[in-house]
């Protein structure tokens, strides 16, 4: 695949399939902190995937602890890119796609909306309470060293994030604009972020068990294809394939498929590494910032270890892996007529 040529419009990244027709439509949502700019974080997966045909449409989000507020929001920047793109568009099938808290998303997407979906694919599932969700944060490093690397330094130098203040633009005006406007929302949903978790707030809304029950009540698309990463420690596929297969409205009509592919949590986060020698810098220079976001709260600990997630190793092997896995049962189910209760 190429670089790939990415275009803003209503608030989402939209990357077009540029060699092959269009075949369906993603609606992508991403993890946790790195789905602020799913475009720069996702890059060669959501690039790979649009090599095969389908095009992209990433909504991103400032992360926070309301669940509610994040599905929305990102629902409706995805409904006014679609009416947008509607002539490009139309008859395609639309299939959901999520990474950890971006599955979580889209499970109450599907719950909170009668959204036409043809499947949703959820990744790397995971719904733990904010006091356990240790790991919060522990995609972030792959994406952070290699997309906003060289700014690292220069942030984590500055008391501004250590108190969850202002973030001077200053330090990123060496970047070029159009980078700097990208790299952007990684940063400044960091201070709320922070201001959040100093002052104790520790549960999601809605918690855990409640997004259980709304799903099993009101969740409405019935081709699902869950996958896990054998290398994952946080992954919470089996539970929330439990749910999905019992007791759930949609059970009956349940066509569910789980798969478990190479890879751990961050799999999808792979960059194309180009620059070897920036890299274990950035990746330090993250380690201070994860450490001074998150000192004092449940996730310190974390944060000394989030170092180790970060692999300079190519993977993108296992990102094609992914992508065929993804494509094919895509196009298993694009040509089925929506199933209508």
């Known amino acids: 695949g190429g670089s790939g040529d990415w275009s803003e419009i209503e608030g989402a990244?939209?990357?077009?399939?540029?060699?092959?027709?269009?075949?369906?439509?993603?609606?992508?949502?991403?993890?946790?902190?790195?789905?602020?700019?799913p475009q720069l974080t996702y890059r060669l997966f959501l690039e790979r995937l649009a090599d095969k045909g389908v095009?992209?449409?990433?909504?991103?989000?400032?992360?926070?602890?309301?669940?509610?507020?994040?599905?929305?929001?990102v629902q409706f920047k995805f409904e006014r890119c679609l009416r947008y793109l509607r002539e490009t568009v139309?008859?395609?099938?639309?299939?959901?796609?999520?990474?950890?808290?971006?599955?979580?998303?889209?499970?109450?997407?599907?719950?909170?909306?009668?959204?036409?979906?043809s499947g949703n694919i959820l990744m790397a599932f995971n719904n733990k309470e904010a006091s356990l969700a240790v790991p919060l944060f522990s995609p972030v490093l792959v994406p952070m060293a290699q997309s906003i690397g060289p700014i690292l330094s220069q942030i984590a130098s500055?008391?501004?994030?250590?108190?969850g203040a202002e973030m001077t633009r200053k330090q990123l005006e060496n970047l070029s604009p159009?980078?700097?406007?990208?790299?952007?929302?990684?940063?400044?949903?960091?201070?709320?972020?922070?201001?959040?978790?100093?002052?104790?707030?520790?549960?999601f809304s809605p918690k855990p068990e409640e997004t259980r029950r709304l799903i099993r009540s009101?969740?409405?698309?019935?081709?699902?294809?869950?996958?896990?990463f054998k290398d994952d420690t946080i992954d919470e596929t089996s539970t929330i394939a439990q749910v999905l297969s019992s007791e759930s409205a949609i059970?009956?009509?349940?066509?569910?498929?789980?798969?478990?592919?190479?890879?751990?949590?961050a799999l999808p986060l792979q960059q194309v590494i180009k620059d070897e020698n920036v890299l274990p810098d950035a990746v330090n220079r993250g380690g201070e910032i994860l450490a001074n976001l998150t000192a004092g709260t449940p996730w310190e600990a974390m944060a000394k270890e989030v170092g180790t997630t970060f692999r300079?190793?190519?993977?993108?092997?296992?990102?094609?892996?992914?992508?065929?896995?993804?494509?094919?049962?895509i196009a298993s189910n694009a040509g089925l007529r929506l199933l209508s209760p």
């Open 218 to 228: 009101y969740y409405g698309i019935s081709r699902n294809l869950l996958i896990k």
């Open 13 to 37: 990244w939209v990357l077009r399939p540029r060699n092959s027709k269009i075949t369906s439509v993603v609606h992508f949502v991403g993890g946790i902190f790195v789905g602020a700019a």
């Open 90 to 117: 139309e008859d395609i099938p639309t299939f959901g796609i999520g990474h950890s808290l971006g599955s979580v998303v889209h499970l109450l997407i599907g719950s909170r909306y009668a959204v036409q979906r």
């Open 55 to 73: 095009l992209i449409i990433a909504t991103p989000y400032a992360s926070g602890f309301d669940h509610f507020l994040i599905a929305d929001e």
């Open 178 to 203: 159009s980078i700097l406007k990208q790299v952007l929302p990684l940063v400044e949903q960091l201070p709320p972020l922070y201001m959040d978790l100093a002052k104790g707030r520790e549960e």
């Open 251 to 265: 059970s009956s009509m349940l066509d569910m498929s789980i798969r478990s592919l190479p890879g751990d949590h």
């Open 312 to 329: 300079g190793a190519d993977n993108s092997k296992e990102i094609d892996l992914l992508v065929d896995v993804i494509t094919s049962w």
């Open 158 to 163: 500055s008391p501004s994030i250590r108190l």
